[in-house]
């Protein structure tokens, strides 16, 4: 089971009380409306609110100064799901409540909000969409619901018309009026569309360029008959615009699109194109060059708890009424297990613990638990779910631990693990500026196998609470297959804030590059270096690399900025021998029906007994003595004694690289900065 995994109490914000000290200055919702002039329904909607739930909690999402929500003002489609859900009395008045308490009213997606202000502003007219656009978004209007058709519905009320094109179903039309709906069809049918539809044995890239070239010729001389503007979106415009061998087709077609940015009488008309990818990677290079002509929007994750937090809280609300996800479909009445606390509290924990999976992967979670017959949603499934989903999401690329091993299961290394809890400390305390500037990029585990990097690795994910992950070979077999993978990756890490990437047997998984493979390899390193040493993850992504071999790692690896902490993980000396033989053995005893039978003076023989071997071989001695105490076993608890434990010993052959041990050792020392983190002081080896 997993109920029982280390979350640390601060993992998330705690939940105040609303009180004057909560808000920034003597505002009442009441001064707010009259200062920002909502529309009519959103001002009835504040003062219901600040009845109910209080001035405090309702000015939570308005600090002074910041402009009011696009969804609050005068113009404004009445927000009829956020209305009902903030208001609805039989609803849980406590949800609603937490939902003031975060700031949920302020504007949100935050790329729909960056494309059209781009848009309002004239900053750019061709935009290119890409990240997590297959997945739900947040609508005030319906609720939750796919992020296309938030985009469509958001365009159509900033625009007189929009045209969402798929080569699949054709073109589609939204106009504020039928004259323009049927205006624009007409011409559409007149350009070579009929029924709106692409002719599938035609060639696709010739028609698509067709139909942008007439439009943009058409906007040209008649564009004032839009003055409010047309947008054209083109969903997985991959498919179209994608990297290929050069010819005049292509040509063509993108210097067609690419004119909507350099041509001043498109440029400076109020008509945008919004290009839909899911990888950027898979999209014509020539949309993506410096220059500023696309504006990329990248569709982000919910890469916070917060931002889960937003999508969970109705979701499991009976009545919640989200009309256009899957789950509305079943009957709700979902119920939580192996969470502590109250109810928002064990919500909170739900937010927690989905991290890393999109909107769409929670629903998922959800509809698996209302499947069952206890209709609950229990916290060892979401975590088994989870793992699964990033899983397959990654293509197997990204492994999911749930550690349980903490310092305690890691003898001797007082100079290491007082380091490692220094920085567990600065992960715990990611909002303090101070302890977030401190806490090191990555860290590098040195030393010969079986010392304990993985266990150090797993207890410093299970001591900060914060998630942990294992990188596959992301290499793949075909052309451009690696760099998507990458792309998935990075974008899943993120998403996954905060969290620990383990990376065991560095030397072996990672080069930088082989011959033959086009320079695929090395640009696969290289951005997979970048993306290590940018600064905008230090707290969030903490990178802990181990390796027996640190002179097989690439140069550009081990430099600060990457791997800031090299710590030495050396074979065990004998009080450290000791303590392993008699932690494991007892911990052993407290899950199995034996009964440890050894002295302080058996444990320090046993040390002397054991000079060189590391704490791996030590646990699998004492597994076979286990082993052997089974098989012969007369009674419950079994006995083992220091004969049981020095029969075994007598047959045990150490492992054929053990010669290497001592190289192993010298060069994990070599490259360590820092005197204090070497046993007793020790001097370091090698060139400094």
Not at 323 to 344: A, D, F, K, M, S
Not at 389 to 397: A, F, H, I, N, P
Request: charged share 25%.
């Amino acid at each position: 089971m997993l109920d029982d995994l280390h979350i640390p109490d601060d993992f998330e914000p705690a939940a105040r009380p609303a009180s004057p000290e909560d808000v920034p200055d003597l505002r009442t919702a009441e001064s707010l409306v009259r200062e920002a002039g909502p529309a009519p329904w959103a001002a009835a909607l504040l003062r219901t609110l600040a009845e109910r739930h209080g001035d405090a909690l309702v000015l939570r999402s308005f600090p002074p100064g910041a402009s009011l929500p696009r969804a609050l003002r005068a113009g404004a489609p009445e927000a009829t799901w956020l209305r009902r859900f903030l208001t609805d009395r039989d609803l849980d008045a406590a949800v609603q409540a937490e939902w003031l308490r975060q700031g949920f009213l302020a504007d949100d997606p935050a790329w729909l909000t960056r494309l059209l202000e781009r848009d309002e502003a004239q900053i750019a007219r061709l935009f290119l969409l890409s990240g997590n656009t297959a997945d739900y978004a947040f609508d005030p209007v319906a609720g939750y619901r796919p992020a296309l058709r938030v985009l469509a519905d958001a365009l159509a009320r900033a625009k007189d018309a929009v045209l969402t094109v798929s080569l699949g179903r054709g073109i589609a039309i939204r106009a504020q009026d039928e004259a323009t709906e049927e205006r624009l069809r007409t011409l559409l049918e007149g350009w070579g569309f009929p029924e709106l539809r692409f002719d599938p044995a035609g060639a696709l890239v010739a028609q698509v360029g067709r139909l942008l070239d007439a439009l943009r010729r058409w906007l040209e001389a008649d564009g004032d008959d839009l003055p409010g503007g047309l947008a054209f979106v083109f969903e997985n415009a991959h498919l179209v615009f994608a990297p290929g061998t050069p010819s005049l087709d292509r040509h063509f077609l993108l210097d067609t699109l690419l004119s909507w940015s350099t041509r001043p009488a498109l440029f400076h008309s109020p008509h945008c194109v919004v290009l839909v990818a899911e990888f950027l990677g898979d999209v014509a290079s020539e949309l993506r060059a410096a220059g500023g002509k696309v504006d990329e929007v990248l569709v982000e994750r919910p890469a916070t708890p917060e931002a889960r937090l937003k999508f969970i809280l109705p979701l499991v609300q009976s009545g919640a009424g989200m009309r256009e996800t899957r789950i509305v479909r079943q009957p709700h009445g979902l119920r939580l297990g192996g969470y502590e606390g109250r109810y928002v509290e064990q919500l909170r924990a739900l937010a927690h613990d989905t991290a890393g999976l999109s909107f769409l992967g929670i629903e998922d979670v959800a509809q698996e638990a209302l499947l069952g017959p206890a209709r609950t949603l229990a916290r060892a499934d979401v975590l088994r779910t989870k793992r699964e989903r990033l899983q397959e999401e990654s293509g197997g690329l990204l492994d999911v631990i749930h550690p349980r091993r903490t310092f305690d299961d890691l003898a001797g290394y007082a100079p290491l693990k007082q380091r490692l809890r220094e920085i567990v400390a600065g992960l715990r305390r990611a909002d303090d500026p101070l302890a977030r500037a401190t806490t090191p990029m990555g860290l590098l585990f040195l030393g010969p196998p079986g010392t304990g990097k993985t266990i150090a690795a797993e207890a410093v994910a299970t001591e900060s609470g914060v998630n942990m992950v294992r990188l596959g070979d992301f290499r793949g077999m075909y052309v451009g297959q690696s760099e998507r993978n990458l792309t998935r990756l990075l974008r899943l890490l993120e998403a996954l804030y905060p969290v620990i990437v383990f990376m065991d047997e560095l030397d072996q998984t990672e080069s930088r590059g082989q011959e033959g493979d086009s320079g695929v390899s090395k640009r696969i390193f290289g951005r997979l270096l970048q993306f290590m040493s940018d600064t905008r993850h230090r707290g969030r992504i903490l990178w802990i690399g181990a390796s027996n071999r640190p002179d097989a790692l690439d140069d550009a690896l081990k430099r600060a900025g990457r791997f800031d902490v090299v710590l030495p993980f050396l074979l065990p000396d004998a009080e450290s021998r000791a303590r392993i033989f008699e932690t494991l053995l007892h911990a052993r005893a407290a899950t199995l029906p034996i009964e440890p039978a050894l002295e302080a003076d058996d444990y320090r023989q046993l040390a002397a007994r054991t000079e060189g071997f590391s704490g791996a071989e030590i646990e699998l001695v004492l597994g076979e003595v286990l082993h052997r105490a089974a098989r012969r076993r007369a009674a419950t608890p079994v006995r083992v004694g220091m004969d049981a434990v020095r029969a075994v010993l007598d047959e045990y052959l150490p492992p054929r690289a053990r010669h290497e041990y001592a190289t192993m050792e010298a060069l994990a020392r070599a490259e360590v900065r820092f005197r204090s983190l070497l046993p007793d002081g020790g001097e370091p080896t090698g060139d400094e």
